[in-house]
C-alpha cells in the first residue's frame, strides 16, 4: 500500500460552459486563486485546460505559457497541463501544448466514445506525444479510459521506453459514456491489469459525474491515488451542485486522512512522479 495520497485538481475542464456552471474557474485570476485554495488543503497536482475570453476552450500558445508561469510563480502545484484540449481541436495544437514547458502533460492511451463524440487518439500522435516529451524532459500521465488502453501502454512503453523521470503514473478516467464504468469490479480490472506493466508503476482515479465517490473510495482501498475537481464533476451530491473546486478537494483529503492515507506534498508528489526539475523548452 502506497503510505500517502496524491491529489490531483482537475479545475476546468472543456466540457461546462461558465453560463451553467458560475462557480467554474475560467479567467486566470480565477483559476490562480483556485489552485492556491487548493494546494493549500492537500492538493499537489494542477491539471489544467484554459479558457478563451468568451470562456470557451482554447489551447492559445500565448495563454498556455502565460498559465504556466502564473501557476508557477504563485504556487508549488506540479503543473499538468490536457495535451487532450477539447474533441476538436486538432493534432498539431494538442502537440503544440508542449512547447509552454509544463511539467507534466496528460497523454490518452487509445480514441474512445466521448458521450455524442469521438475522443481520437491515433497511435502515431501517442507516440509522436510521449517521445517529444521523453526529449523535452516532461512528465507523462497517461490517460486510460478503458481497459485496452493500459495494453497500449505497455506496446508503448516497450518499443519507445519509459518516460521521462522513469516512473510510470496512470490515470483511470471513469464513468465516461463510451469508457469504462465507474464501478469498484471496473477499477479491480484496471489495477489487475497494471501487473504487465513495469514494477513501481502507480495509478490515480477519476470519476466523472456520479461515479466521483465510488472510484474515490475504491481508489484509495486499492493504494490508489486521486483527482477531484469541477472538470469531472459539477454535482457534490443529489440535487446540491458543486460551489467550488475546494469542496471537491477537501473531501477527498478527509477520506484520504480517514484511510490513514494523508495528502502527499508537492515536494514528495515530484518525487514519486520523478519530476527531477523545472522544465525548460
Known amino acids: 500500500?502506497?503510505?500517502?495520497?496524491?491529489?490531483?485538481?482537475?479545475?476546468?475542464?472543456?466540457?461546462?460552459?461558465?453560463?451553467?456552471?458560475?462557480?467554474?474557474?475560467?479567467?486566470?485570476?480565477?483559476?490562480?486563486?483556485?489552485?492556491?485554495e487548493c494546494e493549500a488543503l492537500g492538493?499537489?497536482?494542477?491539471?489544467?485546460?484554459?479558457?478563451?475570453d468568451e470562456a470557451k476552450p482554447t489551447l492559445d500558445q500565448g495563454r498556455l505559457r502565460e498559465t504556466v508561469a502564473a501557476l508557477r510563480e504563485g504556487t508549488d502545484l506540479i503543473v499538468q497541463l490536457s495535451s487532450g484540449g477539447a474533441v476538436t481541436d486538432p493534432e498539431?495544437?494538442?502537440?503544440?501544448?508542449?512547447d509552454a514547458g509544463p511539467d507534466m502533460a496528460s497523454c490518452t492511451m487509445g480514441t474512445v466514445n466521448f458521450g455524442d463524440d469521438v475522443f481520437l487518439n491515433r497511435w502515431e500522435f501517442i507516440v509522436d506525444l510521449h517521445t517529444r516529451m521523453q526529449e523535452r524532459g516532461i512528465v507523462p500521465e497517461y490517460e486510460i479510459f478503458d481497459l485496452g488502453h493500459l495494453t497500449s501502454l505497455q506496446r508503448l512503453l516497450g518499443k519507445y521506453g519509459l518516460p521521462y523521470?522513469?516512473?510510470?503514473?496512470?490515470?483511470?478516467?471513469?464513468?465516461?459514456?463510451?469508457?469504462?464504468?465507474?464501478?469498484?469490479?471496473?477499477?479491480?480490472?484496471?489495477?489487475?491489469?497494471?501487473?504487465?506493466?513495469?514494477?513501481?508503476?502507480?495509478?490515480?482515479?477519476?470519476?466523472?459525474?456520479?461515479?466521483?465517490?465510488?472510484?474515490?473510495l475504491a481508489s484509495l482501498s486499492a493504494g490508489g491515488h486521486l483527482r477531484v475537481g469541477m472538470e469531472d464533476t459539477i454535482t457534490y451530491a443529489k440535487g446540491q451542485p458543486v460551489e467550488s473546486n475546494m469542496q471537491l478537494i477537501a473531501r477527498a483529503v478527509g477520506f484520504a486522512q480517514l484511510a490513514q492515507r494523508p495528502p502527499l506534498t508537492a515536494a514528495e508528489a515530484r518525487e514519486l512522479l520523478g519530476i527531477q526539475r523545472t522544465t525548460v523548452v
Open 1 to 36: 500500500m502506497t503510505t500517502g495520497t496524491l491529489i490531483t485538481v482537475a479545475p476546468t475542464g472543456a466540457e461546462s460552459a461558465k453560463a451553467d456552471v458560475p462557480a467554474l474557474p475560467v479567467t486566470l485570476a480565477e483559476l490562480l486563486l483556485t489552485a492556491k
Open 43 to 52: 492538493a499537489a497536482v494542477i491539471h489544467v485546460h484554459i479558457r478563451d
Open 92 to 98: 498539431a495544437d494538442r502537440l503544440a501544448v508542449l
Open 165 to 216: 523521470g522513469g516512473h510510470v503514473h496512470v490515470d483511470f478516467v471513469m464513468g465516461v459514456p463510451g469508457g469504462m464504468p465507474g464501478t469498484t469490479q471496473a477499477l479491480v480490472a484496471a489495477h489487475q491489469a497494471l501487473r504487465d506493466l513495469p514494477e513501481g508503476t502507480t495509478f490515480s482515479a477519476t470519476g466523472v459525474g456520479r461515479t466521483t465517490l465510488p472510484v474515490l
